[in-house]
């Protein structure tokens, strides 16, 4: 069984934003709901922030209806019909990569894609107002055969994803190599890795 990890090589980052517009076109998210995160910092370097799809993960444990688990493939999800917005999950995280999803958009009147997502039908794109979202990897795009929008929508190559048991995998390489994860001491054990 595959398990994915994705490496994140910070000398490559430009900031540019390609990852998160790509992320935010792809999944519809709503009106100030980011699944990826990419912010300067001091030292003029690039912190790329996204869920860390934990093997340990405290979101899963903390919440009391079971709409976030780990599925067969070590990816952490959430049914949006069984969560209730309590947020628990939300303070669970020490990577703060969820967020709950606000009751309405930025103005009185919808914009263009908040109308259109109202009538979408794929599952990735369905976003309830008051529940939980964060990254699950596109998930639908994984399944078929297909990277992260973000990894393919990468222009310098920094975003690298792949089944981190695979000796052969880049991604299996670079972490044998020594990309890191975030929060190590944590316990969480990190599926996301930077060099």
Same mark, same amino acid.
């Given at each position: 069984?595959?398990?994915? =990890?994705? $490496?994140?090589?910070?000398?490559?980052?430009?900031?540019?934003?390609? %990852?998160? !517009? =790509? %992320?935010?076109?792809?999944?519809?998210?709503?009106?100030? /709901?980011? *699944?990826?995160?990419?912010?300067?910092?001091?030292? =003029?370097?690039?912190?790329?922030?996204?869920?860390?799809?934990?093997?340990?993960?405290? /979101? $899963?444990?903390?919440?009391?209806?079971?709409?976030?688990?780990?599925?067969?493939?070590?990816?952490?999800?959430?049914?949006?019909?069984?969560?209730?917005?309590?947020?628990? /999950? !939300? @303070?669970? %995280?020490?990577?703060?990569?969820?967020?709950?999803?606000?009751? @309405?958009?930025?103005?009185?009147?919808?914009?263009?894609?908040?109308? !259109?997502?109202?009538?979408?039908?794929?599952?990735? *794109?369905?976003?309830?107002?008051?529940?939980?979202?964060?990254?699950?990897?596109?998930?639908?795009?994984?399944?078929?055969?297909?990277?992260?929008?973000? !990894?393919?929508?990468?222009?310098?190559? =920094?975003?690298?994803?792949?089944?981190?048991?695979? @000796?052969?995998?880049?991604? @299996?390489?670079?972490?044998?190599?020594?990309?890191?994860?975030?929060?190590?001491?944590?316990?969480?054990?990190?599926?996301?890795?930077?060099?």
């Amino acid at each position: 069984m595959s398990k994915y =990890a994705m $490496v994140i090589k910070t000398n490559l980052c430009t900031g540019c934003q390609t %990852c998160s !517009v =790509a %992320c935010k076109m792809e999944n519809l998210t709503l009106p100030g /709901c980011s *699944r990826t995160i990419v912010r300067e910092q001091l030292d =003029a370097k690039w912190e790329v922030k996204t869920c860390m799809q934990c093997d340990n993960p405290p /979101c $899963v444990s903390i919440c009391p209806t079971k709409a976030t688990w780990k599925n067969d493939i070590g990816i952490i999800v959430i049914d949006q019909d069984k969560c209730i917005g309590c947020g628990k /999950c !939300v @303070s669970a %995280c020490p990577y703060q990569a969820r967020h709950i999803n606000p009751k @309405s958009g930025y103005f009185k009147k919808r914009l263009p894609f908040e109308e !259109v997502s109202l009538k979408i039908k794929e599952n990735h *794109r369905i976003h309830k107002p008051t529940k939980v979202d964060k990254c699950d990897f596109c998930l639908h795009r994984i399944s078929n055969n297909k990277l992260p929008m973000c !990894v393919e929508a990468c222009p310098t190559g =920094a975003r690298i994803f792949g089944d981190m048991e695979n @000796s052969q995998s880049e991604v @299996s390489k670079l972490i044998t190599k020594g990309a890191t994860p975030s929060k190590p001491e944590l316990g969480t054990k990190p599926k996301v890795f930077y060099i």
